[in-house]
């Protein structure tokens, strides 16, 4: 005879026990009614409810879903430039103001279009950022954001390659831009009626047909985007 294992065995055991018991309860009248019976049979073999039902097993929550670790996309590096905190780029090594302040003046004569940012037509800020663009150092776009480019230069202090800024008033807000290229004069790009010239610095003075005329924007401050 093939004997049942231990883990069968006793559950085995426990239902037989709980069988006698109930025969005695039921034949020797001690359960009144079924519900009573019940009540009894669960107290003693607790697998009952109050009710007679068997209650579902109980199981231990399932632990909490691990959310997969976050990773950091880091921007991959760009050649070339490098930004600094003050807006705009760095020149790369061997770009001078001087190379800035020579580069200008070769558009000479070129139209003024307002928005242009190439030799088909410049405003005053395209002028700017493409001839800065043309050796690597990239600018924002308009004179107002240029004016935080690069540092501050006292005025005493300019050196061909800074730009000169302009405004409706000396304390502005900032509306134009140009290049000083040395000797108290500044390339830019005046506005439509006028191509992109130079200008004398101290008195917004330029020559036109034989006749000196003024530009009305005043100087407003100065910055050093290469050295």
């Known amino acids: 005879m093939r004997m049942p294992s231990s883990s069968t065995a006793a ?17 020797g009248g001690c359960a009144r009614n079924f519900t009573e019976f019940m009540d009894t049979l669960g107290s003693m073999v607790g697998v009952c409810d109050s009710n007679g039902r068997i209650p579902e097993a109980e199981q231990d929550p399932p632990p909490p879903a691990r959310k997969p670790a976050a990773t ?17 780029t760095k020149p790369p090594a061997g770009v001078s103001g001087r190379i800035l302040a020579d580069s200008v003046q070769r558009y000479f004569g070129v139209r003024y ?22 050796h690597g150092l990239i600018l924002p776009r308009t004179s107002k954001e240029q004016a935080n480019a690069g540092r501050a230069v006292a ?11 302009f405004g409706r008033t000396s304390s502005g807000p900032v509306d134009h ?3 000083y290229i040395g000797s108290d004069t500044y390339v830019h790009a005046p506005n ?8 004398r610095l101290s008195d ?3 020559v036109k047909d034989g006749v000196r ?14 050295e």
């Open 11 to 27: 559950p085995r055991i426990r239902t037989l026990a709980v069988l006698l018991v109930a025969v005695s309860l039921l034949s």
């Open 72 to 88: 950091q996309r880091t921007a991959p590096p760009q050649s070339g430039t490098t930004k600094p905190e003050n807006g705009g």
């Open 113 to 134: 279009v307002w928005g242009g940012t190439t030799p088909k037509g410049f405003d005053c800020s395209g002028l700017v950022y493409y001839v800065c663009k043309q």
């Open 155 to 165: 005025r005493g202090n300019l050196r061909p390659g800074d730009l000169v800024f």
């Open 177 to 179: 831009v140009g290049i």
């Open 192 to 199: 439509p009626e006028l191509p992109v010239m130079k200008t």
């Open 204 to 206: 917004n003075s330029f």
């Open 213 to 226: 005329h003024i530009f009305q924007g005043k100087y407003v401050t100065a910055r050093r985007v290469a």
